[in-house]
């Protein structure tokens, strides 16, 4: 009795195309199509992907994700302020908010309708007669303020600064502690305003988170051992100017600076087992701590 003729092997997904390379992994036959390179040999799609979901996704020395190597959150706060720039430029009917009005010689720009509404305001009699600010109820201006800008120089400046400083702390932290970061940051300069500039004065801009971020950059390349000796002059210089001109927030900038500091050291040493954990609660504390600061100072306005 004759033996048969060896069958070719097919692929098993393309059963009409013959092929002699096997998955190195579950050692099906595999077309050129189906190959997927391999530390050693080829795969299969299915050994491909069954792979995918048993290796760890990769994490920074921070616990954030390796996503924030893209800087998707940093893009999306540039495009929410310069779109908030676009409206507040929209709301002005007196035409000077874009690059002329009172801040720093008329250079930085107007106040407007939008910033108006949503800028750091203690206590005070509002445009059209009413009584409105902080302590008044509006807490929301806490955030906003952080996103509303004087004009296109104080926006472009500040956009700048969030471009050079959060792309390297979001690739660090990952996208969440970034946010995070860079919120609280914000948060922690305008609760500074508010505690200590006059009850009718008016702040606005990114330039409380972008102190926090100066701060936080800081720290977390301290943190990982890396020279800093760049950080500081800009950093002073940046101080410098806030002291120097008046229109500016000293407040605002400094209190940023701090709660940028305090969110960082929160981030860099929380103790690699419980990592997740103290970083949420050092974040809590912090913001309680800031909420407590405004109740207070809440309370002394509406007694005055």
Same mark, same amino acid.
């Given at each position: ?84 720039? =676009? ?7 007196? /035409? ?11 250079? +930085? ?8 509404? /949503?800028?750091? +305001? /203690? ?24 996103? +509303? ?7 472009? =400046? ?66 990982l051992g890396r020279d800093t000796s760049g950080i500081l002059p800009v950093l002073i210089v940046n101080l410098v100017f ?8 000293i407040a605002g900038h400094l209190g940023g600076l701090v709660t940028g500091a305090a969110m960082a050291l929160v981030l ?33 306005? +509406?007694?005055?």
């Amino acid at each position: 009795m004759s033996e048969s003729p060896p069958t070719t092997p097919v692929c098993y997904r393309h059963p009409g195309r013959e092929t002699y390379v096997r998955c190195t992994r579950c050692d099906r036959p595999i077309c050129p199509d189906c190959m997927r390179a391999a530390s050693v040999g080829h795969q299969c799609p299915e050994c491909v992907s069954e792979g995918r979901r048993t290796v760890r996704p990769a994490r920074t020395a921070f616990g954030g994700g390796a996503a924030g190597r893209h800087g998707y959150v940093t893009k999306a706060l540039i495009a929410v302020n310069v779109l908030l720039m =676009l409206l507040s430029i929209a709301s002005d009917r007196g /035409g000077d908010a874009a690059v002329g009005g009172s801040g720093l010689g008329g250079l +930085l720009g107007g106040p407007t309708p939008l910033t108006d509404w /949503g800028s750091v +305001l /203690g206590l005070a009699r509002l445009p059209d007669g009413t009584v409105g600010g902080v302590a008044d109820g509006e807490w929301y201006r806490l955030i906003t303020a952080m996103f +509303l800008h004087f004009g296109l120089p104080h926006l472009l =400046l500040n956009m700048w600064a969030l471009w050079v400083l959060g792309r390297s702390l979001e690739a660090n932290l990952g996208r969440l502690r970034f946010l995070a970061l860079y919120l609280i940051a914000g948060f922690g300069g305008n609760v500074a305003a508010y505690l200590f500039s006059a009850q009718n004065a008016t702040t606005a801009g990114a330039s409380t988170a972008i102190f926090g971020l100066f701060a936080a950059l800081f720290l977390i390349m301290r943190r990982l051992g890396r020279d800093t000796s760049g950080i500081l002059p800009v950093l002073i210089v940046n101080l410098v100017f806030t002291f120097a001109v008046p229109s500016i927030s000293i407040a605002g900038h400094l209190g940023g600076l701090v709660t940028g500091a305090a969110m960082a050291l929160v981030l860099a040493y929380a103790p690699r087992s419980r990592r997740s954990l103290v970083q949420l609660a050092g974040g809590a504390i912090i913001v309680l701590a800031l909420i407590g600061a405004t109740l207070i100072r809440t309370a002394q306005l +509406l007694a005055g």
